[in-house]
Structure formats: C-alpha cells, structure tokens
C-alpha cells in the first residue's frame, strides 16, 4: 500500500497514540491529509495495553477491555482498520448469584427494542418476579431522567434508592452493571452517567447490549495492527518519543511540537493525552479541566492455574470483591489455565492489602468454579491503574473540554474531552474523530470521521425523547 497524502497536504502533528490519537489519524490520512504520531510508549494503543506473559512469553492484556454494540465509532474503527475480525460477538451475559448459581441472560433479537430485554430480565433468576418489574421500571424511569428533574444533581446510587429501587436490585443489579461500564463507583457517578448506560447501553436496540471481546491481544490489535495500517498509508508513527513542549507564536497558534532538542512544525496539532498531561502541554487551554477532573481506579488480577478452571467465557459476580471474570481465550495463545478478574473502582480495596485481595479472589473463583478447586495456582499478577477512566461524577461535563481550542489550529482528544460518553474506548475514538473533523473545518478541508448510533425504534423514542 502506498501513501496516499498529497505533497501539498497539510501536516496534522498528533501528541499521543492511544485510541483517541488513532482514531484521528485514520480519519485524517483517508481525507489525504499528513499526519505524524507522536507517543511516549514503545508501542500505540495507550492505556489499552499488554504485557508479556511470563508463562506462555505472549503478551497479555494489562486490563480486559471490551466494547458494546452500542459503541459504534470504536466498532467502525475496528473495521475501516481491518482489524473487526479480532473481536468476538457475545449476546449472552452471565450472572453469578452470591450462592453460587448462575443466570444467562440474552436479549431477544426478534422483539423491537426496549421489549427485547424481557427475556433477559425473566431469566435473572436471582431476582424475585417483584424485584424484577421493579427493576424494569427503574430502567424505564432512569431513561426517562431529565438534568435537574429531582431538584439538582446527584449521584446515581443516591437517585436509585431515591426512586425506591429495592436495595437487593441495588446491589445486585446496577451496582455492578453500571459500575462495569462506568469504571466508577455508583456512589460518585452521576444520574446522567447511569442514564447514558441504560439508553444507549440496554434500552435503545436490540443489539446495544452485544459485548464485544478481543480475540488477540490489545498490544497486538492497537499497538501493531491499527499501527501497520497507518503506516501502510504514509502515518509517520513515532513511539518512544516523549513530546516536552509546544511551541507557541504570539497569537497563541501552535507551531512545532518540541521532542528534546528536536522540533517538528505543523499545520495542526491534536493534543491527545490524558488531562493531566495536556494541562502541561497547553496549560492555558485547560485550566479548569486540569484542576477538577479525577480518575477513577480499575484493578486487574490476573491468575494463572495448572489446568483450566472457568466453564464459561466470563461471567458477572453479584455480591463479591470479584466483578467480572475472563477466561483466558485460546485464539490468543493464553495458557489455558488463565483467567483474569476486573474490579472496577478499586480505590482502597481490601484497605490495598494486596495478598488478602489475591487470596479473596482466588477463593471467590474456587467457590464458583468447581474446576478451581483441585487446581494449583502457578502464577499472579495485580495490576491497577490508578487513573483507568475519568471519573463520572455530577457536573464533570460542565469541565469536558471540547475539541476545538482557542488557539486557533490547537485540538483537543482524549476519553476525558466532550464527547457525551465515559471514559471508554468509544469515547476515545469519538474524540479522535471529532478533532480530525474539528482540523478540518479549521484549515477548509472537510474530514469525515464519525457515524451514527445504532438506530432507535419508535417505542424507544416514545419513552426516552429523540
Ligand atoms: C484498567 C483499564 C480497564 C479499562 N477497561 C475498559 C473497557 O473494558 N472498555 C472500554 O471501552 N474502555 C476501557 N478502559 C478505558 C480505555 O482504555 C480508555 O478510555 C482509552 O483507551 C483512552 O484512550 P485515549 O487515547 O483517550 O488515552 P490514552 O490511552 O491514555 O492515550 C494517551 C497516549 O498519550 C501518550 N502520551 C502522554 N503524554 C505524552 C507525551 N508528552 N508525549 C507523547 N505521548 C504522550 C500516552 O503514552 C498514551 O499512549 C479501561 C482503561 C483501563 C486503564
């Protein structure tokens, strides 16, 4: 594949190459434009990243990511990149009770949206039939949530008990579901943070809730295949290089990302780091950004046992320390007694006692999985990311910055920008492909980067407002 930049193209310098730095440049290189990356890491793919195995030597992924139906840029990336063949379609979730028993659940494809959850619903067995028509409703009226319909902001845990959501369909239900997509507490998030996973997440089409699962590593996905693909199309990827500054003139308009000693001009830059680092970089464009927004902590464990233990791909834990597990996928050359475990919001787990975290979860899983018992731990690994996702709580979006800067030809990207979405792979390549198309109203080159969200039937539009 040869480049497909013109000579004269402008050149779009890109400050960091994780999902949203990514997504921009795709859609920039395929409107002809010049684009250079720029990452710090040996490799692409930011925070979605893997590490080597140290039983099979392969690479494991530091934390599991998945994607939902409902997350169609990142869905449509996957595919512009050819790169959609390495991930797997899953309609069934499974729930494990606190006693052990188990619940799969799988939205109709037959019936029209929101009633193609009903099946999901009759079969959360763990639920009385009250709690769940209760459970139902809250859905229903949680879609239904206006900003400022309860008198002002609050936090969703609060809003739920609020509207008299049963305690056991609290804890048992959005507790672990909202704080799986969120990756925060539902104790911080706020309602329209749960709001946007209930529409967009369940309710809006009947395959809004698909779960989505890389069948090879992230650092191979991201890090060499989205990588290869650029640069087969003229992207100057620069890994290993940490940009140290920007260069300014006297009208505020960028001019050179500054490497070191070494400067590279530009046309456009798209600053598509976290905000703490972005607020080092153009302090005087995120000022507010950079002193309100907090991350929020995800904690993998990963486990390594003398012969397979998990019976199913993954699986929700209802009720332990333990919130989602993962079994290690053949296709991805993992040892076959791997299996990872996800805690989401993990600040001060277990008072950061991390032999007691192990310990808890390894007998959470033998509890579960009767195959763990007899089964030998060979290795572990805890790995959390302290700042994983930006923490959704009331009135963050008010301080989201949008792409487009007063700078002129500075950008911003990244999960943490004004997207409308959390902190998610989605939300990192919408942000991508909002600056590229921000760039290009700017310099009058029009770039086409985003698609639309999966349709909503008319029932839905009744209930929720278009
Ligand atoms: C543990 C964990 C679990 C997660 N699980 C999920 C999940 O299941 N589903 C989901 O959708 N999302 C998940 N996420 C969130 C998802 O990974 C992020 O939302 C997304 O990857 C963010 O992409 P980004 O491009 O905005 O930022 P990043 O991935 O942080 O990319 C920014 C890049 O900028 C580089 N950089 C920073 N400073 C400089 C500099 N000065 N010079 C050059 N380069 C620089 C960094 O090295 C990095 O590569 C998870 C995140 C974590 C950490």
């Known amino acids: 594949m040869t480049a497909i930049t013109a000579p004269s193209a402008p050149r779009v310098a890109i400050i960091g190459g994780g999902l949203a730095g990514l997504a921009a440049a795709?859609?920039?290189?395929?409107?002809?434009?010049?684009?250079?990356?720029?990452?710090?890491?040996?490799?692409?793919?930011?925070?979605?990243?893997?590490?080597?195995?140290?039983?099979?030597?392969?690479?494991?992924?530091?934390?599991?990511?998945?994607?939902?139906?409902?997350?169609?840029?990142?869905?449509?990336?996957?595919?512009?990149?050819?790169?959609?063949?390495?991930?797997?379609?899953?309609?069934?979730?499974?729930?494990?009770?606190?006693?052990?028993?188990?619940?799969?659940?799988?939205?109709?494809?037959?019936?029209?949206?929101?009633?193609?959850?009903?099946?999901?619903?009759?079969?959360?067995?763990?639920?009385?039939?009250?709690?769940?028509?209760?459970?139902?409703?809250?859905?229903?009226?949680?879609?239904?949530?206006?900003?400022?319909?309860?008198?002002?902001?609050?936090?969703?845990?609060?809003?739920?008990?609020?509207?008299?959501?049963?305690?056991?369909?609290i804890e048992y239900f959005w507790r672990p579901v909202l704080e799986s997509a969120l990756g925060e507490s539902i104790d911080l998030v706020s309602v329209e943070a749960a709001r946007k996973v209930a529409v967009d997440g369940f309710l809006a089409h009947p395959q809004a809730a698909d779960v989505f699962v890389p069948l090879e590593p992230l650092g191979t996905l991201f890090g060499e295949r989205i990588a290869g693909w650029l640069e087969q199309r003229g992207v100057a990827v620069h890994t290993g290089v940490i940009v140290t500054g920007l260069d300014r003139g006297t009208d505020g308009r960028g001019q050179a990302v500054r490497c070191g000693d070494v400067e590279h001009s530009f046309d456009a830059v798209i600053v598509a780091v976290p905000w703490r680092q972005a607020g080092r970089l153009v302090p005087d464009l995120v000022p507010t950004a950079d002193e309100s927004l907090t991350g929020s902590p995800i904690t993998a464990v990963h486990l390594w046992f003398d012969r397979p233990v998990i019976d199913l791909p993954h699986a929700v834990f209802l009720g332990f320390t333990s919130q989602w597990v993962f079994r290690g996928d053949e296709s991805q050359n993992a040892d076959p007694g791997y299996c990872q475990v996800v805690i989401s919001a993990s600040r001060g787990l277990l008072d950061g006692d991390r032999q007691r975290l192990l310990e808890t979860v390894v007998e959470e899983i033998r509890h579960t999985f009767p195959a763990a018992r007899a089964a030998r731990l060979t290795e572990s690994r805890i790995v959390t990311d302290p700042t994983a996702v930006l923490s959704v709580r009331p009135g963050v979006d008010a301080v989201r910055p949008r792409a487009t800067t007063a700078a002129g030809n500075i950008f911003l990207a990244g999960d943490w920008t004004a997207t409308g979405w959390p902190s998610t792979m989605e939300g990192a390549v919408r942000s991508g492909r909002l600056a590229a198309e921000a760039v290009g109203t700017a310099l009058g080159r029009p770039v086409t980067g985003m698609v639309a969200d999966l349709p909503k039937g008319w029932i839905v539009k009744a209930i929720v407002g278009k």
């Open 26 to 169: 795709a859609a920039l290189v395929e409107a002809g434009w010049s684009v250079s990356i720029y990452e710090a890491r040996r490799r692409v793919g930011g925070r979605a990243a893997s590490f080597e195995d140290p039983v099979t030597g392969g690479l494991v992924d530091a934390c599991q990511h998945v994607a939902m139906g409902c997350c169609t840029n990142f869905l449509d990336l996957c595919r512009q990149t050819g790169v959609a063949d390495a991930l797997r379609c899953d309609r069934t979730l499974f729930f494990i009770a606190p006693d052990g028993s188990r619940a799969a659940c799988t939205p109709s494809r037959l019936l029209p949206a929101p009633l193609h959850l009903a099946p999901l619903l009759l079969r959360m067995k763990h639920f009385t039939l009250t709690e769940r028509i209760r459970l139902g409703l809250g859905m229903l009226r949680l879609a239904r949530y206006r900003v400022g319909a309860t008198g002002g902001p609050g936090t969703a845990a609060a809003w739920l008990a609020a509207i008299g959501q049963p305690p056991r369909v």
